[in-house]
Structure formats: structure tokens, C-alpha cells
């Protein structure tokens, strides 16, 4: 168990959840119980409609939390990345509300509600990281519809590179503005509501204009952050503050 001096280091490690990388020691030593399970690339760790409920925090990969319409159209709400938490449908005997899949190879903690519960110090700090992590959650999703419900393809594409560019900042994932994206096209129109052929048109078109460079589709490097920034509709500094809160501590 954490004494109270490291409860303090922990709360203030939870200003940024994903921004150390010490989350599965930190997590083991508040509960030693937690027990890391891993899922390989494209393994569906949990199915929507099944019954259950339950935290789950990533220790390294990406996870994607996924609705499919009566269509049959696969669409991606999350993305989860090293130290992001979840709670995966609220209330025992509840349907899973969407499916949780492997984007990576990831090794992950899944805990029950019993884990966060109670008094004890370490309960209520392990409650802290889950609201922490809800409210990036929340930011993300509202400033991802904004993009969907109103702008057009390349503000959606541009919108997820600054995204997914900064929460890999936070984690050390980035080498300057390059970054690696284990994601096909067609999952990233999934992620911003677009056909895969709207996405690499997109890319493409951004790539012509020295805006971005790719390379085997899944590593990126923004060429032009200020004009991917306008095209997003987004100050870097601005959303880099509201999508990775911080604990007042």
C-alpha cells in the first residue's frame, strides 16, 4: 500500500492520465490485486451487448471503444492510449454500451467497481484517476462531434491528427511532429465518420499542400502545424489543455 507521502506523488501523477510512465507500478501499489491482462491487434477484449461492468485502464497499446449500426457500419467513439481510463457500462448485470478492441498489441487492467469503492486512501485515489480520465473522455468526444456534426473532411482528418498528436505527446510517443498511428484508413474513417476513400483522398490532398507526410499509412508527420491547426479549427495550446486536464492537487 502507498503511504501517505506517495498518495500525494500519485495525485499529482494523475493530472495527466497517460503522462507517466510508471501507471502499472503506481496502480499495482494501490492495489496489489490488479492482475494486467494483454489482447493481441485486432482481439475484441469485450463485446457490446454483453453483460458486465468494469474499469479498464490501458498500461501501453490502443484500445478502441466501438458502436455497430443496424448497417452493419463500424464506427470509433475512443481511442484509449497508454494510462487512459474507462468505465466499460455502470452497474452490475448492465449491457456493455460498445465493444472494446485491440488496435495494438496492449496490455491493459480490467478491475470491478469494488476496487474504487470505500474509504480507504488508496480507493479514493484510484476514484480521482477514473473522473481524471472521464473528464478527458468527455472533452475528446464533444470536441471530436463538433468536427463530425459540422465540418467537413478535412477538418475531421485534420482535427484527429492535432488530437492524436498531442495525447502522444503527453505520453513521449512523438519525435517532433512525427508520430506513429497503428490504424488503417478505414479505421480512421471509422474514428471521424468518413469513408476510407474520403480519408485517403483527404491525406492525400493535405500531403500535396506540404501540410503532412506519410509513410506506410500509419506514420505521420505534421509538415505545417499551424495551417492543420486552422483547417481543425483549434488553438494547440487551447485543446491541448482542455483534452488533458489536471488535477488541482
Not at 70 to 85: H, K, N, Q, R
Not at 153 to 164: P, Q
Not at 227 to 234: E, F, K, N, P, Q
Request: hydrophobic share 45%.
Amino acid at each position: 500500500m502507498l503511504r501517505a507521502e506517495e498518495l500525494v506523488h500519485f495525485d499529482r501523477f494523475l493530472a495527466t492520465p497517460g503522462g507517466s510512465k510508471d501507471v502499472r507500478n503506481l496502480l499495482m501499489q494501490l492495489h496489489p490485486r490488479l492482475h494486467e491482462c494483454r489482447a493481441e491487434a485486432g482481439e475484441i477484449i469485450a463485446h457490446e451487448g454483453d453483460t458486465g461492468s468494469f474499469f479498464v485502464v490501458v498500461v501501453q497499446g490502443w484500445i478502441a471503444l466501438t458502436k455497430v449500426m443496424d448497417g452493419g457500419e463500424t464506427a470509433i467513439f475512443d481511442l484509449m492510449l497508454d494510462g487512459d481510463a474507462s468505465l466499460i457500462a455502470a452497474g452490475r448485470g448492465s449491457r456493455l454500451p460498445y465493444s472494446v478492441e485491440a488496435l495494438s498489441d496492449v496490455r491493459f487492467f480490467m478491475f470491478n467497481d469494488k476496487m474504487i469503492d470505500g474509504p480507504e486512501p488508496e480507493a479514493a485515489s484510484l476514484r480521482r484517476y477514473m473522473r481524471t480520465a472521464n473528464t478527458a473522455l468527455l472533452a475528446r468526444t464533444s470536441e471530436l462531434l463538433l468536427r463530425i456534426g459540422h465540418g467537413n473532411a478535412e477538418t475531421r482528418v485534420a482535427y484527429a491528427l492535432i488530437e492524436l498528436f498531442l495525447r502522444l505527446e503527453a505520453i513521449g510517443r512523438t519525435n517532433g511532429f512525427q508520430f506513429h498511428i497503428p490504424m488503417t484508413q478505414r479505421q480512421l474513417g471509422q474514428f471521424t465518420g468518413l469513408s476510407n476513400v474520403h480519408v485517403c483522398r483527404t491525406l492525400r490532398r493535405f500531403c500535396r499542400k506540404n501540410l503532412v507526410k506519410t509513410e506506410g499509412r500509419t506514420d505521420i508527420e505534421i509538415t505545417d502545424i499551424h495551417s492543420i491547426c486552422a483547417l481543425a479549427g483549434v488553438d494547440l495550446d487551447d485543446l491541448r489543455d482542455e483534452i488533458l486536464p489536471r488535477l488541482a492537487v
